[in-house]
């Protein structure tokens, strides 16, 4: 089983920086894209940010200029720096990664983590 760990989110005021961490962990053949995802209470999950299939990145509209993605493939992790941050930045940000689970190629799968609360005070 593809386990995935965040850690990282907190309370900030506003104009203040964050800085997510997730790492996947078990019997991962490959990983084929990773990346952040978010829910504020009452709206939809929404993708902030993330690396996809050939490792180009892909960023929302709302979060250009002040969040970048990285991550450190030896370790199967992935991060969010997040600068200058608003109160409607404020929600459960989610780790999101599709990987091929095991010891040889077999169908990739979305894997999720259990979530970080960020909490952006104005």
């Known amino acids: 089983q593809v386990r995935l760990v965040e850690s990282g989110g907190g309370l900030v005021q506003a104009g203040g920086s964050l800085r997510l961490s997730c790492a996947a962990s078990?019997?991962?053949?490959?990983?084929?894209?990773m990346g952040w995802s978010r829910q504020a209470p009452g709206k939809q999950r929404e993708l902030v940010a993330a690396?996809?299939?050939?490792?180009?990145?892909n960023y929302a509209d709302f979060v250009k200029g002040r969040f970048t993605i990285s991550r450190d493939n030896a370790k199967n992790a992935v991060y969010l720096q997040m600068n200058t941050l608003k109160p409607e930045d404020t929600a459960v940000y989610y780790c999101?990664?599709?990987?091929?689970?095991?010891?040889?190629?077999?169908?990739?799968?979305?894997?999720w983590g259990q979530g970080t609360q960020v909490t952006v005070s104005s």
């Open positions: 078990g019997r991962i053949f490959s990983i084929n894209a």
């Open positions: 690396f996809v299939s050939g490792g180009a990145t």
């Open positions: 999101n990664v599709v990987a091929q689970e095991g010891e040889r190629p077999t169908r990739l799968r979305d894997y």
